[in-house]
């Protein structure tokens, strides 16, 4: 196999992915086919000997692509060229280490009115959405492809997320349910109830930290509930001086030292249990938490 063929197979292993990032990006399978199709025209001009990791230089490109299709339909003030479909049926991996609790919250809280919801949003914050709440790309890669920073680029996704998750009784209802999951979670870790800690966590439950709480020494991951609650136990004197906020519109906690923010959790809760939850060390995100 030559090199324009092996380089055609490798793209051809990340076509469903890609087709599925760009169809929920522009809620158009005939819009969806054409940025795949620019994404390959890219690549096939590019260095590819110089790409260490092929599918997130594929998904930054097909993200660009579709966000200058975004902003130019914006400028036309046109409505998108073919179908809205709620969901495009894919035999591809459903996002690059996704988290299952990103896909319960796309079928939840967007459904069939996907395309409708997501044309509120501008193109920054619709990019900023679907990459992260739907396909787990951390902030630190979707703030490149918007130019912003990677806390600017979190507050995009945070409005969006309120936009699509809509407000109302029924939604003060049920954040006031995951806020008392939370709280409980936290008096566990405050009492070293491993028990406790292992009725409120998913079986699956995933954690992530942020670049810099990984440069403070916290695992970039840690999955399954045996291995939160351990870590939740270990970790305990985050909890201690913990107050309650809302991180990026999700129940979370804000753990303070000497007076200052030290560090935030932001929570996932589904059917009363912590699906997962990401750990910031992010000096912006906790300036504006202060």
Not at 178 to 187: C, I, N, Q, S
Request: aromatic residues 6%.
């Amino acid at each position: 196999m030559n090199t324009a063929e092996s380089l055609a197979a490798r793209f051809q292993e990340h076509r469903g992915l890609l087709y599925s990032i760009a169809h929920r990006m522009l809620g158009s399978g005939a819009e969806a086919e054409d940025a795949v199709q620019e994404t390959w025209l890219k690549l096939s001009r590019a260095d590819a000997q110089a790409i260490d990791n092929l599918a997130a230089w594929l998904t930054t490109v097909t993200g660009r692509v579709c966000l200058d299709l975004l902003r130019s339909r914006s400028s036309r003030r046109e409505d998108p060229v073919g179908e809205d479909l709620p969901e495009p049926a894919t035999t591809a991996e459903p996002a690059l280490d996704a988290d299952p609790e990103h896909q319960a919250v796309l079928s939840d809280a967007v459904g069939a009115a996907l395309t409708v919801v997501l044309d509120t949003l501008s193109p920054a914050e619709r990019l900023a959405f679907v990459l992260h709440d739907m396909f787990a790309l951390p902030f630190e890669e979707i703030a490149p492809i918007v130019e912003r920073s990677p806390a600017a680029t979190r507050q995009l996704a945070s409005r969006a997320r309120r936009r699509v998750r809509g407000g109302g009784a029924d939604g003060q209802a049920d954040l006031a349910r995951r806020r008392a999951v939370v709280a409980a979670f936290l008096a566990a870790a405050r009492e070293g109830d491993f028990a406790a800690l292992m009725t409120i966590l998913a079986p699956d439950v995933l954690v992530r930290s942020d670049a810099a709480a990984r440069l403070a020494g916290v695992p970039a991951e840690t999955r399954s509930a045996q291995a939160v609650a351990s870590q939740a136990i270990t970790f305990a004197q985050l909890a201690e001086r913990a107050h309650p906020v809302l991180v990026d519109g999700v129940p979370g906690f804000v753990s303070l030292k000497d007076d200052r923010p030290y560090a935030a959790l932001a929570f996932t809760v589904r059917e009363d249990r912590i699906t997962g939850f990401d750990v910031f060390y992010d000096p912006d995100l906790l300036a504006e938490l202060a």
